[in-house]
């Protein structure tokens, strides 16, 4: 949606009775026109513009005895709308009934040679998709020449070679760069992403490499401990089949007293028994016994 400037900013006078608004479906397109001043004499300023603007609907009311300024809206190089009769109403721009009834009008204030800016495109392009939001089947977008009964020079050679170019049309990618500057832009963008493509791949490769490390340090400690665990079960298992006498908790694990040198050392032999029971009887008494 642009915004537009509005009668009171050129101090446009009140209308006289004119032909109301556009019927929405007899609506096929917008027709681009200039003023024809026949002079190189540029209007840029605001100030130019609105005494301009002032200076047109005073002809065309007092001279052609038209009811307002003729056009809807007129754009300057700036890139500034001005609202004129506005979109909805019907304008007296374009020759007759017939295609004032089924063109819109824009007037682009250029003079005789000038191109027009890109500032001054992309409103043009704004206020036609307002247009084309009004009527959505007039989407054309016309030269004053080409669809006026009575040949004319309007718009001018360098806008309508924009027309045809496409760069008045919604949606138009924007057309202010060289293809030098293309080229420059392709080339930093490319730069940019292979940057940030490598800059990534090392981020990533870093923290990879941290966390491969911190994983190789977890498998030694786990080894290490497991390692510490068998050996400590290994050990319990030994321990387990060692005799009482050996065993840290058993009264038997007292170590003997040091033997004294000046005494002999007590035998712990059994007296033999010079007479022992054969051992038949022996065995007898020991079946005896059970
Ligand atoms: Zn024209």
């Given at each position: 949606?642009?915004?537009?400037?509005?009668?009171?900013?050129?101090?446009?006078?009140?209308?006289?009775?004119?032909?109301?608004?556009?019927?929405?479906?007899?609506?096929?397109?917008?027709?681009?026109?200039?003023p024809?001043?026949?002079?190189?004499?540029?209007?840029?300023?605001?100030?130019?513009?609105?005494?301009?603007?002032?200076?047109?609907?005073?002809?065309?009311?007092?001279?052609?005895g038209?009811?307002?300024?003729?056009?809807?809206?007129?754009?300057?190089?700036?890139?500034?709308?001005?609202?004129?009769?506005?979109?909805?109403?019907?304008?007296?721009?374009?020759?007759?009934?017939?295609?004032?009834?089924?063109?819109?009008?824009?007037?682009?204030?250029?003079?005789?040679?000038?191109?027009?800016?890109?500032?001054?495109?992309?409103?043009?392009?704004?206020?036609?998709?307002?247009?084309?939001?009004?009527?959505?089947?007039?989407?054309?977008i016309?030269?004053?020449?080409?669809?006026?009964?009575?040949?004319?020079?309007?718009?001018?050679?360098?806008?309508?070679?924009a027309?045809?170019?496409?760069?008045?049309?919604p949606?138009?990618?924007?057309?202010?760069?060289?293809?030098?500057?293309?080229?420059?832009?392709?080339?930093?963008?490319?730069?940019?992403?292979?940057?940030?493509?490598?800059?990534?791949?090392?981020?990533?490769r870093?923290?990879?490499?941290?966390?491969?490390?911190?994983?190789?340090?977890?498998?030694?400690?786990?080894?290490?401990?497991?390692?510490?665990?068998?050996?400590?079960?290994?050990?319990?298992?030994?321990?387990?089949?060692?005799?009482?006498?050996?065993?840290?908790?058993?009264?038997?694990?007292?170590?003997?007293?040091?033997?004294?040198?000046?005494?002999?050392?007590?035998?712990?032999?059994?007296?033999?028994?010079?007479?022992?029971?054969?051992?038949?009887?022996?065995?007898?008494?020991?079946?005896?016994?059970?």
């Amino acid at each position: 949606m642009v915004e537009y400037l509005p009668r009171s900013a050129w101090n446009a006078r009140p209308p006289n009775g004119g032909p109301g608004n556009l019927t929405v479906s007899r609506v096929e397109g917008a027709v681009i026109h200039w003023p024809g001043t026949g002079s190189t004499s540029v209007i840029h300023s605001k100030a130019a513009v609105a005494s301009a603007l002032r200076g047109w609907q005073d002809y065309h009311m007092d001279t052609r005895g038209w009811s307002d300024i003729a056009y809807q809206v007129a754009v300057d190089q700036a890139g500034r709308a001005w609202t004129l009769r506005g979109l909805r109403t019907q304008s007296g721009a374009n020759g007759d009934t017939d295609v004032n009834e089924r063109y819109g009008a824009i007037l682009l204030i250029l003079v005789t040679g000038e191109q027009p800016s890109a500032a001054m495109k992309a409103t043009t392009r704004g206020v036609i998709a307002d247009f084309r939001r009004i009527y959505p089947r007039g989407t054309a977008i016309r030269p004053h020449s080409a669809v006026r009964p009575e040949p004319t020079d309007c718009p001018g050679d360098p806008a309508r070679a924009a027309i045809a170019r496409g760069e008045f049309t919604p949606g138009h990618s924007e057309d202010d760069m060289t293809p030098a500057q293309m080229q420059e832009l392709k080339n930093f963008i490319e730069a940019r992403t292979q940057a940030y493509a490598l800059w990534t791949h090392r981020q990533l490769r870093k923290d990879l490499s941290a966390v491969v490390k911190a994983y190789a340090l977890d498998i030694k400690n786990y080894e290490r401990q497991t390692d510490a665990a068998d050996a400590a079960r290994a050990a319990a298992a030994v321990w387990a089949t060692a005799p009482p006498s050996l065993q840290a908790d058993g009264a038997a694990a007292e170590q003997p007293a040091a033997p004294d040198p000046n005494v002999d050392p007590e035998l712990s032999l059994p007296d033999l028994d010079p007479f022992p029971d054969a051992p038949a009887a022996a065995e007898a008494e020991a079946d005896a016994g059970k």
